[in-house]
Structure formats: structure tokens, C-alpha cells
């Protein structure tokens, strides 16, 4: 039914976006994707403050996430992004439950196995890490209003949540390090950029208690989650103005987002012994997401995002949809004290 | 400049197909039987011939007593009201920056200067690099006066600059830029012997451009350009 829903919702905004473009003038078009980093850089010297979360309910439990970014321009065409974030998404430690073994007493063995995951689970929020992504652009190819620019990435996530799936997420389920390469170009009122990138996640690692104290000193389990391709594919459509004429002009913009990823499955020891894994959320999957989009750049600087997610194809295990995504962002200049913008 | 309404005058007297340059009480008149504003190849000639002429005309005079107050600018890889916010505020750090005024349409700007200070052309470029974009062109109309001879060169405050000779296909985009302002974004007053000239460089050409022209604008400067910060000027229009 939702992803039903979603086909038409997806298919509405593209014959939306189609129609609008029939009046297509020469002019400027958006890169400010509401989800993903396009080839361009923050200025040199410029510092940018974007606060964003999201919102699903899991059976009726509604998670939260809740991300503060740092943004700066290190060089014309390096910049750097520091994120933390909190959310209820997992507890402090791995389910009870997400492991079993069964002793084999005749053969003097133990088999450990996966259960499956227990949805709607209350947590608390709490501190997942920070998130360090640092982009260089290498191909910058400028025209009167349109350019096609391309950049190289690398990403490092500090993070320490009992994620208990298999699918790895660098800014808030799984610490590890990623790369991959941005293309961005620019024409008339269009903006389309793509994003091909790698994630290799690291291991999460806790002692477990038993629950048959056959293990009086606990268990010792290690999660080692599966890798990952991400490739992404942003539209983007200036709505208003048609055509600028000073700062003041209230910006609105259309977005469409396609997030697709496939991530192989997780390897998880107990003891030192391997796990069957058994759980499909634990297992090797892809998906394929959409999220159209709205955003509103008020004064030329501050942004609003607005963006609902859906399944397109298959779908993702560590969220439910549709998902409310929102973000508001701020560049600050450092100018002279004198020097003020003529509005 | 939004609400000024200061006239723009011509540098030159349009006759039929030719020009009246004044320098002072100099008088200098060419006349040709085509019309040298249409470029195709033929007219393509005549400009160069007139090109070679104003430098040498050029070459005899010099900026005399006069300050280099604004310059224009033209900026690729805009596509947004943002990113023509983060041009211009890159552009206003720069100390001897007085003001800036974007046309968010065309992606061209107005940069004012300090009085005090001598603007520094390769740092507006930088600046604007800074931000992540492109110079398109980089323009700046000087009062040029009987005087001293430098050769090719004159030198305002600490910089000195090198007249290059007038490229139409060069400078077809900053000269576009120009006459569309005159109608657009009105200017501080231009006298008679006040000649527009586009700066030539790396920094301020068009990749395409600075490929085509390298040759060019890598020739050694003169001995009588010699100075501290040189920088290398074409004339926006043939006359």
C-alpha cells in the first residue's frame, strides 16, 4: 500500500516538475539539495551551521534523529563537515534477545544463532558520535549560469550505537570510513547531481550477559557490519523567482532524490565462535528510496528543507516510511565590520 | 548602482562608421567605409588595424593625477542567489574594497574601491576563486591623458599597467557587458578621454580563452613595464 503510494506521489512529482519546465528561460538553476552534498564547496573561509532530523514511527514508537553540522570552507575547494547526532533509534546496548545459542551437550558444542528484531521498542535518546566528511573538487567547469563541477569524498563516523542491522550509516548507526565520487551540473533551471561512493563500517563490540550463566563472565559478541555501495541521483528545479532581481527574494525550490544502496550481510561472533546469521535485517539487501522535496531560501541565506522518503524499490530494514525529513542552514561570512550586504 | 540616475556618457563621437577620439585638446578622427561594429572576418581586420593604431595612440599618453575608483566584473559558475551572496561577500573582505553591487541575473557585479588604496586586481580574482567561481571577465575604465610617455604602460598608485593590443574575440563578453550597463546599471560619469579596458590573465579568462591566448599573454612584459604588481589590459572597444 505505501509503496503504491509512493509510486504515484513519485510519479506526480515528475510530471509536476516536467510541466514547470516547459517555461524554461535562460536562468539560474539549484544545487542546494536537501540530502545530498553536491560537487560545490562551502566559500573559503566561511562558516555554515545546518541543523536537520527525521521522523518515522516504528509501529507506533517514533524515532527521532536530531544532527547539528559544522560547515567550512578550508580551502576554495575543500571543505570540511562535522556532525554529531542524537536519536532514539537504538538502546545503549545490543538487544538481549538479538542472540541465542543452543548447547549441544552430547557433542560438547554450542551453536549460536540471530532472532529476529523486536520492532517498537521504546529507547532513550542518546549520543550516537560525530561524523567527519571532508570533499575536493577537481573538475570545475564555469559557464554564465551553469557549470559542471565534480569531487572527490571521505568520510570517518565516531560512532557508538548498538545498531543492530546490517546496513551501515557513517552519520549516525556505524562507526567506519567511506569514499566515493560527487558529479554536479548545472543548466537553465536544473541542477542533477550524482554521488558513487563506498562505505566500509567497523565493528561494534559489547559483553552480553548469558542468559543461562553458562557464561558467568558474560559473552562477548562482535557485530561486523556489511559493506556498502551508495549511489544516489538528485533533480533539482528552481520554482520562484523566475527571475532575480536582489537578495531579498524568497527562493523555492523542487527536489526529487533517489537513494539507492546495497549493502552485503553482517558477520557476527560470540566468543570467538561465528553466528549463523538468520535475520533478514542482518542479511545482504538493496533498496532503492525516493524523496521529493521542498526548500525555501529566505534573504539569500537562510534555508528550509522539507523532504517525505519512501520506498521505490525494496526497501531499507533500519527505518519505517514514509520519513519526515527536515533542515535549516545558515552561512555565516566573516566580512568587515563596515562592510554590509546591500539588500 | 540601484536608484542613481547619473548620466553614462560616451568615451567617443560616433560619426558614420568612424570615431572622434579626444585626448584633452587632441583630436584624433578615423573613418572606414564599412561598418566596424558588425563582426565577421572582413571587420575583423579592420579592428585589428585599428587596434595596432590605438596602442599606438595609447602609447603616448598616461594616467595622470587620476585614481582607479571601480571595476566590473563578470562571474562564471553562478547559479544562485547564494552563491552570488558568497561572491560578494569574498569580494567586500578584501581591505580596499569599498562597496559591491551584484546583478544576480547576469552574474556581473560593480566592485568600488577606498579612495586610499590601490585595488589590487589578482586579489579580486582570488576572491572570488575563494567563494568557488570563475572570473568571466574583469573590467576597469581609465582616464588616459597627454603626458609623460611609458611606452605601453601607465602606472596608477603602485600599479603599473601594460596595454596589450585590442582582441575583438577576446573582449566580445566584457565589451557585451558594457553596453548592456550603460542601459542597465548606470555609471559614474566617463569623460571623453576615459577609455574602458578589460584585464588579461589566467585569473581572468575563460579557460577556453586563456588556452586560445596563451601565447599572448605570456610574452615577457618590457623593461618599461617593469613595477612591483603589472598587470596586462586590453581595450574593450576598437576605437
Known sequence: MIEEFAKHLCRLVVLAI??????????????????????????KGTVGLRAFGSLYSEWGTNRFLTSLRFMYGLTPKVTVLITSSLSNHHSSRLPKDLLYHLHDYANANTVFKTNSIRRGLVYPYQFNGIHLYVKYRFVTMDRQGRHFRMAVYGEY??????????????????????????????????????IGGLTIPGMYAEVQQDPDVFYPDG????????????????????LFPKKYRHYNQDNTNLYLEFESKYFGSARIWQNGNPVVIQTPTLQ????????????KIIRSNLRFDFSVGMPLLKRSYTRFYPIFLVGIQRYFYPVKKNSRLAL | MPGSTIEYRPTYTVVQYGWVIKFGQQKVTMQFK???????????????????????????????GQQLNLMEIGIDGLTCSLCSRSVEMSLRKLDFVQTVY??????QGRIYFKPELDPQPDKIAQAVKNAGYSVRFLTAVFRLTAGSSKG????IGKNTFQILPFRPDLTWSARHAAKENRSVVQANPVGLD?????????????KTEYTRYRKTILEPTPDSCKGSSVYKITPIDPQ
Open chain 2, 194 to 206: 576615459e577609455q574602458a579596458f578589460r584585464f588579461i590573465g589566467k585569473q581572468y579568462l575563460t
Open chain 2, 102 to 107: 551584484m546583478d544576480l541575473e547576469k552574474t
Open chain 1, 157 to 194: 563516523g565516531w560512532i557508538r550505537s548498538a545498531h543492530d542491522e546490517s546496513e551501515p550509516s557513517l552519520l549516525d548507526d556505524t562507526k567506519g570510513w567511506g569514499t566515493g565520487l560527487i558529479a554536479s551540473w548545472l543548466r537553465n533551471r536544473w541542477a542533477i547531481s550524482w
Open chain 2, 152 to 155: 605601453k604602460c601607465f602606472s
Open chain 1, 18 to 43: 516536467g510541466l514547470l519546465s516547459f517555461n524554461c528561460e535562460t536562468s539560474l538553476a539549484q544545487e542546494l539539495f536537501p540530502l545530498q552534498e553536491a560537487a560545490s564547496n562551502v566559500p
Open chain 2, 34 to 64: 564599412v561598418n566596424p561594429f558588425r563582426v565577421n572576418p572582413s571587420n575583423l581586420a579592420f579592428m585589428y588595424i585599428r587596434s595596432v593604431l590605438l596602442v599606438a595612440v595609447l602609447s603616448t599618453v598616461v594616467a595622470k
Open chain 1, 284 to 295: 545482504a539487501n538493496w533498496y532503492v528510496e525516493v524523496y521529493p522535496g521542498i526548500q
Open chain 1, 219 to 238: 559473552i562477548y559478541t562482535k557485530i561486523r557490519y556489511g559493506n556498502a555501495i551508495v549511489n544516489n541521483l538528485s533533480v533539482g528545479y528552481r
